[in-house]
Nanobody, 124 residues
């Protein structure tokens, strides 16, 4: 019943910017709480790697190789995670996935859910 949906991907030129969004929702009932939300990416023939992660109380960690170019933020009221990507490089080309730990029962137990991913392509 929990759904995680990414959006905002597309084609950008080197040096350009993109803003990705991730929204968690339920088909019925409500979301009681969301704990960690994270962005991952996976380039062709490469393993999936962590890009950024956020805690429910505002903690943020961003991968070292993109820390100076990317930023992440959350809108907890709308269960949304954002990834601002600036000064994009061809090496950033990948499918970007969102993971959210969602408590949909109000029991204090959050399970992780993944979106289907959104494609980011950086090319001139």
């Amino acid at each position: 019943q929990v759904q995680v949906v990414e959006s905002g991907g597309g084609l950008a030129q080197p040096g350009g910017s993109l803003r990705l969004s991730c929204v968690a929702s339920v088909t019925s009932g409500r979301i009681f709480d969301i704990h960690d939300m994270s962005w991952y990416r996976q380039a062709p023939n490469k393993p999936r790697s962590l890009v950024a992660t956020t805690g429910k109380k505002g903690s943020v960690a961003i991968a070292e190789d993109v820390k100076d170019r990317f930023s992440v933020s959350r809108d907890n009221a709308n269960h949304t995670l954002y990834l601002e990507m600036n000064n994009l490089k061809p090496e950033d080309t990948a499918i970007y996935y969102c993971e959210a730990f969602v408590d949909s029962y109000g029991r204090g137990l959050a399970l992780d859910y993944w979106g289907q991913g959104t494609q980011v392509t950086v090319s001139s």
